[in-house]
């Protein structure tokens, strides 16, 4: 321990520092031009009072700034700072014993109680000359004068009103003695990345699936042909599969049969073949030309590129040739495929991270990451990284982002809540989450509350699905077109970040493989699909009103604010977003039940809106377009799934004009 931490003189306590993620093992999360609120449990023995500030800066700044904290009851206390650039910040705590205010503040009632202040004046002045040191020549002369006020022969009230005087305590404040100031145990961290980590739209759709012909493996110029159409629904993110060569030895068949058929053309996701690995792409997707005009046509149309990246290899993928070692052997000398007993995955083999090679396989796959940002990717989807080592995924990310901060990953880990927490705690910009799953009433607000509402808000960043390749919920399978429309709501509305699976969404695809299955019938995973998103009974014009409203509302593009509300019905739920300053309000009112019409009362928590019981205010229908004025808390609504299934209303306080006429709901 070092010497100047173990002063015995140092009375300051320093407790319960937030916000800070298992006792500051890793680093809170923000995006830039948010705020870090920070608290702290400020105290020391006896009955000094105690001042402290909050120190922040960049990681690597020769100094750290300051701001005083402020009181806010029970010796607890609190400040903040925003963060204006990407990267690392640190923040920490210091306290020290206010000798100044002590000082005052007994002055004051030992005044009050008629006692003899003679020398208590001296020890004001004192201590008002050692700020004068400290200070600017300005304020050093400001100070020597009080200080001579407190040591002349004057009255006693003379020398109180200066004492006490306002002015003095400002100048003394900015000069605090820290000769003995207690610091916080450690520096707490923050990774502050840009906007689109808080607030994305995303769009997954297979290049191959992308050919106008029928029959004709698409490409990666059909696919940028289909950018214009992807745009036009209002996303900012195109997610593409894996695009790289895929196997042949135990290629998958349709519907993931175990033999492929002649002509079958196996899963993105089975990686490698004699014409390459991970940093190659399908020779009937096209070049490494075609990706980077479609990165830059994606660009154009106001998209960026994320890339899937799945560590794992085919037999026939080149590492199995090149790199053995990182591979697991079994004892008859073949090498370990995939499993997940009793499913086999004879097409896939898993790099083995406990190789005595590891050190190069970690090179490795840090280098492919990179070669993919070199042609110009900023967004990587991990596919699966709960199943490699959490040491492995923090230095890699910790890799990337020195190269450039700007890089993003969003962690595909449908797994147990503390591997998933794990992954977001040592880096993964945003996580997928349990929400495919989550129907009702009851089990969505007990799961968003959670991640909203507790500690998990400061490092773990929902991005919600209602389906994927992999997952096709019960609750689109029986719900019909309701239910997407249901579950895009409360996905782009619940979550500032969501994504779906097209254009198997908006065409409303709910075929499962089997009954209790949530694998698609004739899965775009193993074979090319040909549709027409411009099919009558398409969701693409619902999904670009949503879309749009979301853009145009600050509230829905961050989760720290979801506040539900109350209703008398289970079918239906109500919750609200706000902004900061509470500029920007959105109440969203849902039907669940994509059979029949609901009705009932919602109870607002109008204080949490910025409202007294008595306002009146103005809400806006979004989605219906219907304004009306309330009053109060209680609203009867009704909402039909084919037609109306939810309000998205955006809230105001109303000032009355002459041209108005008051209608309630």
């Known amino acids: 321990m070092p010497e100047e931490q173990a002063d015995g003189r140092r009375r300051v306590v320093i407790e319960s520092l937030s916000p800070q993620i298992d006792c500051g093992k890793y680093p809170i999360k923000r995006v830039v031009g948010e705020k870090v609120v920070v608290e702290a449990n400020v105290f020391a023995d006896g009955h000094d009072q105690v001042a402290c500030q909050l120190l922040h800066g960049r990681v690597n ?237 994606a660009n154009e149309n106001g998209l960026e590129v994320a890339l899937d990246i799945a560590f794992q290899c085919t037999p026939d993928h080149p590492y199995v040739k090149e790199h053995r070692e990182w591979f697991r052997a079994r004892p008859d000398g073949t090498i370990q495929y995939a499993e997940n007993p009793p499913k086999l995955y004879q097409d896939i083999f898993p790099l083995d991270f406990e190789s005595s090679e590891w050190h190069a396989l970690w090179i490795e796959l840090r280098d492919v990451v990179l070669f993919w940002m070199k042609q110009g990717v900023r967004i990587f989807r991990v596919d699966n990284p709960h199943t490699k080592p959490f040491s492995f995924w923090e230095w890699f990310i910790r890799e990337i982002k020195q190269q450039d901060p700007d890089v993003l990953f969003l962690a595909e880990a449908f797994t147990r809540p503390q591997v998933m927490y794990r992954l977001a705690k040592i880096g993964f910009s945003q996580s997928y989450s349990y929400f495919s799953w989550r129907n009702t009433k009851e089990e969505l607000t007990d799961y968003f509350n959670e991640l909203t509402q507790t500690e998990v808000r400061e490092y773990f960043r929902p991005n919600l699905w209602p389906n994927t390749p992999d997952i096709l919920p019960e609750f689109l399978q029986v719900g019909g077109r309701p239910a997407f429309m249901i579950r895009l709501i409360l996905a782009a509305t619940l979550g500032a970040s969501y994504g779906i699976y097209g254009p198997a969404f908006e065409l409303c695809e709910n075929a499962p493989f089997q009954p209790g299955s949530e694998e698609y019938l004739n899965s775009e995973k193993y074979e090319i699909k040909h549709r027409d998103p411009d099919s009558s009974g398409s969701l693409k014009d619902f999904i670009a009103r949503i879309n749009r409203i979301r853009k145009h509302n600050p509230a829905l593009q961050s989760d720290r604010h979801l506040r539900f509300h109350g209703t008398d019905n289970p079918s239906l739920i109500c919750y609200s977003k706000a902004t900061n300053d509470l500029s920007n309000i959105i109440v969203v009112i849902v039907n669940l039940d994509t059979a029949r019409p609901q009705t009932g009362w919602i109870n607002l928590d109008l204080n949490s809106l910025g409202l007294g019981a008595d306002h009146t205010f103005q809400v806006h229908d979004l989605l219906g377009d219907g304004r009306y004025l309330w009053k109060g808390a209680r609203k009867y609504v009704e909402l039909f799934p084919e037609s109306l299934p939810a309000h998205i209303l955006h809230v105001r306080p109303w000032v009355r004009r002459e041209t108005d006429f008051d209608y309630y709901l």
Request: aromatic fraction near 10%; glycine fraction near 8%; include cysteine.
């Open 61 to 297: 700044d020769t100094t750290m700034q300051s701001c005083p904290m402020l009181p806010i009851g029970n010796d607890r206390w609190r400040a903040e700072f925003p963060v204006l650039n990407v990267g690392r910040y640190e923040y920490t705590v210091e306290g020290w014993i206010d000798r100044f205010r002590t000082w005052r503040s007994d002055l004051i009632k030992r005044i009050d109680a008629g006692q003899d202040v003679h020398v208590d004046f001296l020890i004001g002045a004192r201590i008002i000359e050692d700020t004068a040191s400290r200070a600017t020549a300005e304020d050093a002369d400001f100070c020597s004068r009080y200080a001579r006020r407190l040591r002349e022969k004057k009255d006693t009230e003379s020398k109180r009103n200066a004492a006490l005087d306002t002015e003095l305590l400002n100048v003394v404040d900015r000069y605090p003695e820290r000769h003995l100031v207690t610091r916080y145990d450690k520096p707490l961290g923050v990774v502050v990345d840009r906007e689109k980590a808080r607030f994305s739209t995303w769009y997954e759709v297979f290049p191959r699936s992308c050919s106008p012909e029928p029959g004709r493996h698409g490409t990666l110029r059909d696919c940028e042909a289909r950018l214009p159409y992807i745009a036009s629904m209002g996303f900012d993110v195109v997610y593409l599969p894996p695009i790289h060569p895929i196997g042949q030895t135990f290629r998958k068949g349709k519907n993931n049969s175990v033999a492929a058929q002649p002509g079958d053309v196996g899963s993105p996701w089975a990686i490698g073949s004699e014409e390459g690995g991970h940093t190659a792409i399908h020779p009937k997707l096209g070049t490494l030309k075609d990706f980077k005009k479609f990165i830059a046509s």
